[in-house]
């Protein structure tokens, strides 16, 4: 089955302490972005990937960073997590960025 | 920047209304245009899109028309169901980004 797979689906943690946010996808895809939900807001680009080794940020990069080494993968890495980081994220792909994205289900995180 | 507005929600309608969801845009060039909806508990799912103005995207009786003169993608259903409640987006893409409106709550009523 295509489908975009976050892990994990429900994460708190305490400020400072480094977490991931693992992404991947079945579908060959070269177009991955990580977004932040929050109330309000909608959905804000954290970073995109264009290719494998190719990452570029979005409207919303401070305190993230991500990578590319596979296709495949895109996890999300939070170095020093802080409360106003506490929300849902989504990872999708695409073939490319003119393509439907497909979505992960969400990983809701909560930072105290 | 770009930016995307959408009418505050939540909307409430009765089983069978009528629904419009207003959209308006703020962009340098000439962007696409997506709605997406979000059902309880998932991922958004792509419902259409329009890549030009002028263009119609349609989906599952809902219709979007690229506005340029008034940069506006407005949803539109011509009798909701009760199955139809979600939130929905309006997303604009102008070069390798993507930005999302806040959303807007749709309740169906049966």
């Known amino acids: 089955e295509a489908q975009v797979t976050q892990n994990p689906r429900y994460l708190i943690t305490v400020t400072g302490k480094k977490l991931t946010v693992t992404c991947s996808q079945n579908?060959?895809?070269?177009?991955m972005s990580w977004y932040r939900q929050d109330p309000g807001l909608g959905l804000r680009q954290i970073y995109y990937?264009?290719?494998?080794?190719?990452?570029d940020k979005g409207d919303v990069p401070e305190g993230y960073k991500v990578s590319r080494k596979e296709k495949r993968n895109f996890p999300l890495i939070l170095e020093s997590p802080s409360p106003n980081q506490t929300s849902l994220y989504f990872c999708a792909s695409s073939f490319g960025v003119d393509s439907p994205l497909h979505f992960g289900n969400g990983t809701r995180l909560t930072v105290t | 920047g770009n930016s995307v507005t959408q009418m505050e929600g939540p909307v409430t309608l009765s089983e069978e209304a009528f629904l419009t969801i207003n959209c308006t845009y703020t962009?340098?060039?000439?962007?696409?245009l997506f709605w997406y909806v979000q059902y309880p508990g998932e991922g958004l799912q792509l419902l259409l899109k329009a890549t030009k103005a002028d263009d119609k995207g349609s989906n599952k009786g809902f219709e979007a028309t690229y506005r340029k003169e008034t940069t506006s993608f407005h949803l539109e259903k011509g009798s909701v169901q009760v199955s139809d409640s979600a939130v929905y987006f309006c997303v604009l893409k102008e070069g390798n980004k993507l930005v999302f409106g806040a959303g807007t709550i749709l309740r169906v009523k049966s």
């Open positions: 990937s264009m290719n494998v080794e190719v990452t």
């Open positions: 962009a340098t060039g000439y962007p696409s």
């Open positions: 579908m060959n895809h070269e177009y």
